[in-house]
Structures are given as C-alpha cells and as structure tokens.
C-alpha cells in the first residue's frame, strides 16, 4: 500500500467525521423545513439524510474497531469489522426505507398539501449540490483507499441526491395541483433507498464470503516475471481492497538450498507487494521444478 494501515484508518475516519457534519446539517435543514411546510417528501428526504450522518456514526465506530492489531483471537486482525459496519448501513437503510412507505401509503388515504414556495426549491436545490460534492469526494476517496465503508457510504449519498431531485419534481406535480405527488415521491425514495441497501449488502458480502480481489492472471504475470522463478499455480487471494492476503505456490529449481528458497520466497512477497496497493500479506509455498 501507499500508506501504512494507521494512516489508511486515520484518514478514512478523518474523512467520515467530516462528512458526518455535512451530512446533520443538511438533514436537520430539510426536517425542520419538511415540518413546517408539511411535505412528506421532504421529511422523508430529511430522514434519509439524517440516516447518512447515523451510517457515518457506525462507520466510525467499525474504523476503530477494524484499526486494532492482531491479536491471539484475531490473528489476522480485525479489518472485516469495516465490512460489518457497511452492513450495519444496510439495515438502517431498510428500516428507513419501511418508515417513509408506511407513512407515505398512510397519507396517500389522507392526502394533505404542502407548503411549495420558491424558498422550497431553492433550500433542496442546496442540499443536492453539497451532496453531490460529499458523495463524489467519498467515492473518490475510498476506492483511492480501497475503502468499503467509505464507497458504500458514497452510495448512501448519492441515492440521497436521487431522492432530492425527486422531491423538486414532486413540487413541481404539486404546483400542477396533483397533491398525491407527495406521498408518490416519498415512495419512490423509499424503493431507491432500498436499492442502495441491496447494493451495499451484495459488496460486502464479496469480502466476508472471500471473493477473489484479485485475477490470478495477474498475479501469475507480475510472479513469473522474476528471473528465480519458473513458474506460480494454486492462486488464491481474498479481503478488502485495502488489506488483501495473497497465497501461492512457487516453483523453483530442485538444486537450490533452503536459504536461497527462502530469499526469493521474501523477493516474490515484496514484490507482490510493491506492484499491488492494498496486497498485506503474502504466503509462498515453495515447490521443486518438474523440469
């Protein structure tokens, strides 16, 4: 990597401490505008926003867990605790996704017209560029990182954003005088809010069911390049993009002493290593040539 697994933990905390005040004061805007205008769509966009600045809370608490050392219970540390925190914005994203269309089926039997005014347009008008801004800058940030917790947290945010736009729409039908637009956009941010769940659900599960990172293929390249080495097989990578384990088996000539097998092994691992940010660790299992 680049940068050591301190300063990787560091700046991805740095970067959702940020971000989670960004994010409370967006959906504390929205809230109290949404309440005083009576908008189902915007209270709900203020949830959603609201669920942002809480997903950033978890991400935090799982970056300081994740940023522990090994331990005799946890030999291979505890990195997969940031992939248990991007599940844990998964669920708060379903519960708020079941609030908002339990309450917008509710107001579709009782419809209620909101308050539209130009303020209304310009106040979500704001909130989607600062949105725009914070989910760009995270999903920039963590796959530079390789960070899951920051782009499942960017994907947060940018269904936000989606949401935004379709509340200003749902002004507009409004305007038309289709009251019911309210509680059909807040449905709509309901169905893309659990959209972005299911997303986030079925990347983290890559990481803790150990899908490949990486192509064997290019693992192979980078290996049978060195000049000691005649060839690599029985491939297998697995972990986050920031902290990913790497096992191979090596074949090197038969005549060789258990010295210099061993310093090609550590010359295979540096290499890896120097040639793939994120690669951890990498296990060398040395065989004898066929040839």
Known sequence: MTMNSKNYYSRVRNILIIILF????????????GW?????????????????????????????IASRPPD?????????????ASLGIA???????????KSAVERLFDPTVPE????????????????????????REGKRLGSSILVADSLHTRSDVYGSVAVILGFIA??????????IVAILIALLIARTG???????????????????????????????????????????KSSIYVDLHIELEGCLSLDEAHDISHKVEETLKNSIEGVKDVTVHVDPCNE
Do not use: Q
């Open 36 to 64: 005083y205008t009576n908008s189902l769509s915007i209270v709900s966009d203020g949830f959603h926003s609201l669920f942002d600045g809480i997903s950033n809370v978890i991400g935090i608490v799982g970056i300081i």
């Open 116 to 139: 539209i005014s130009m303020v209304s347009f310009i106040i979500i008008g704001i909130t989607i560029c600062i949105n725009i801004v914070i989910s760009w800058f995270e999903n």
């Open 91 to 101: 669920i708060i994203l379903f519960f708020t996704c079941f609030e908002i269309f």
């Open 174 to 183: 409004i305007k038309m005088g289709f009251v019911i637009a309210d509680s």
């Open 22 to 33: 960004l994010n409370l004061g967006v959906s504390l805007t929205k809230l109290g505008y």
């Open 198 to 240: 299911i997303s986030i659900i079925k990347s983290s599960s890559d990481v803790l069911l150990d899908k490949a990172p990486l192509e064997s293929k290019d693992i192979k390249k980078i290996v049978n390049a060195l000049e000691e080495v005649k060839d690599c097989h029985k491939i297998r990578t697995r972990g986050p």
């Open 72 to 84: 005799s219970e946890h030999p291979y540390g505890h990195v997969k605790f940031e992939t248990l």
